[in-house]
Structure formats: structure tokens, C-alpha cells
């Protein structure tokens, strides 16, 4: 049985019968874009659920093993999040052990981040159980079309417009 037609196992969550249609909505990008994301997310959380490890924290985690020193402002701008965010994500993970804060040695009010040795651990078992997350989704596609895939949604957020903000 494909993943499409095997039974809802969470009672808290609808289970879509396929019968609405989708109108206008059939043609928004960003409504299919919102549906992947949910079916992503989900797996993700049902994945990590063992680690009570959330998508950012995993992306954060991973970004500072991967730039030890770099400042919680650079992850926020590279995740596209604003401060408070970033530093609610910084604070939970540096809580568990995860990761530590150190004064930078050029300019003693930037904060660099680097990932502990709990964190490495974390990070570890992470990867290792997000390799079958990533199958679930990646498997669809042959390799071709998931770089296809992955290069018109670099497009979408590395195309150099400014977006607009919201009024606040």
C-alpha cells in the first residue's frame, strides 16, 4: 500500500476523503507548497519525535557544527528568521546541552555559537534517522528530478528581490 492510500493512524487529524475540489487552488503555488511542507513536517516530527528535536532546532543544530563561531544573527539571516525567534531556538537548544554561547575574541558583544559535545551526539542520531525521513520524500523523484526539484525552489527564496514586510 503507497503512502497516499494507507489509513490516517492520528485520530486528532482529518482524514481528506478526495472528494472537495480545489478550484483556483489548484493553480497557487504556494497552496501546494504549504501541503508538501505539512507532509514534510509531519513525517519529521513522527521521525524525531524520540529526540523532541523540531525542524529549526535540527537546522540550526547542523548549521553551527557546520560554522563553528558564526553568530546567532548569521543563522538568522541565513534561515530567514527574525531575532527573537532565533534566539528562542539558541536558548532551548544551548538549555539541553546542546550547544554554548562564547564571547567573541574580536568583539566581546557578538555571541559565537558552537555545537557541544552532547550536541554532537544529538546530531548524530539526528542525521542517522533523518536519512529515512528524507528517503520517504526524495525516493518519488529520480535524481535528475530532485536536483531539478531542489534548484526551482532555490529559485523561489535565493532569486535577490526584496520581499515585502508585512505591516506591523
Not at 116 to 139: I, P
Request: proline share 5%; net charge negative.
Amino acid at each position: 500500500m503507497d503512502a497516499a492510500n494507507q489509513p490516517n493512524e492520528d485520530p486528532d487529524q482529518p482524514e481528506f476523503s478526495g472528494t472537495l475540489t480545489l478550484g483556483g487552488l489548484e493553480q497557487v503555488l504556494g497552496f501546494h507548497l504549504r501541503l508538501a511542507n505539512v507532509a514534510v513536517f509531519q513525517d519529521f516530527q513522527a521521525t524525531m519525535s524520540g529526540l523532541a528535536l523540531t525542524p529549526k532546532q535540527f537546522a540550526v543544530l547542523e548549521l553551527i557544527d557546520n560554522n563553528a563561531g558564526a553568530s546567532q544573527i548569521d543563522f538568522a539571516q541565513c534561515l530567514r528568521m527574525d531575532k527573537a525567534t532565533m534566539m528562542a531556538l539558541v536558548n532551548k537548544l544551548e538549555g539541553r546541552g546542546a550547544i554554548e554561547r562564547r564571547p567573541s575574541q574580536v568583539d566581546r558583544r557578538r555571541q559565537e555559537l558552537f555545537v557541544t559535545e552532547e550536541g554532537q551526539r544529538l546530531l548524530v542520531e539526528a542525521k542517522a534517522l533523518r536519512q529515512g525521513h528524507e528517503a520517504r520524500f526524495t525516493d518519488r523523484f529520480s535524481e535528475a528530478e530532485l536536483e531539478q526539484l531542489k534548484a526551482f525552489l532555490r529559485r523561489i527564496y535565493q532569486d535577490g528581490r526584496t520581499l515585502p514586510r508585512p505591516p506591523a
